[in-house]
């Protein structure tokens, strides 16, 4: 797995809304975006079953059989419903029936790597466990693993089934993994991959003190998981890190210096946004002096 993972949920739309997080990518776009991270050596796709109601999955199976890469690593998840009004959770029968449907899609036999997309309250984690486990034994996937969970979630979890992997939001401004999930990650040898790792374009130098937000950012088609971001104490540290070279270089190389982040997932929207990832990967940061720029929450 390399360390920079190409994140799929632009293409298409997420959810049964298109604009969830804008327009989503045609499929042309998105062909472009997969050529040019394979052709820079990200051999890691990140997808789901609920991206833009399937067309997430179903345009990578469409460059997969239109390109035949050797030596992709597919990751998708489920729990999260198609459409509208459609089922959810982790109940075994939805798992298996979820699986079938993402692998017809991707238009292969196995997944790499299978993750359970939220926490389902109304199904034990032992079952849960037990049918991913009978997933692996069918060799329709090669490991399991958990998204969006918190500390006692995950101790559950490993008390319950063979989870490898965790893929939870994480970055400068959103420090939250750092309470539990990621030292229970480092304690168990847990693969953590963040996703978010911009904090939806803040850390990118997008948004300014005092300037309109840009048209068509997340801040207009979704504000509400970052009003809280709208503060000059973040502002502050904002302009700091931009002071140190190209913000979203500064803040990937960050998260990157984390012990236990194994690799991170970028969501770019065009080819050349994959850039700053790249130099990231070769970037020296002064990793505690930006922790402490940007103080947990």
Known sequence: MTRIILGCGNFGGIGSSPAFFGRGETTEQAFALMDAAWEAGITTFDTADAYGGGR???????????????????????????????????????????????????????VDLYLCHDWDPDVPIAETAGALDELVAAGKIGAYGLSNVDGAQLREALAAGDFRWVQNSYSLLDRDAEREVLPLCREHGLGFTPFGPL?????????????????????????????HLRNDDVYDALEQLESLGDPATQALAWLLAQPGVTAVVVGPRRPEHLAPAFAALDARVDAEALSALFLPC
Do not use: C
Request: aromatic share 6%; proline share 8%; no cysteine.
């Open 199 to 227: 904090a939806g374009g803040w850390l990118t130098g997008k948004y300014r003190r005092d300037a309109p937000v840009p048209a068509g950012s997340r801040m207009t088609l979704r504000p509400e998981p970052y009003e």
């Open 56 to 110: 997430s999955e179903t345009a990578i199976g469409q460059w997969i059989a239109s390109r035949r890469p050797e030596g992709l690593v597919l990751t998708t998840k489920t729990f999260n419903p198609m459409d509208e009004g459609a089922d959810h959770g982790l109940a075994p029968a939805r798992i298996a029936r979820q699986l079938e449907s993402s692998l017809r899609r991707l238009g292969v036999e196995r």
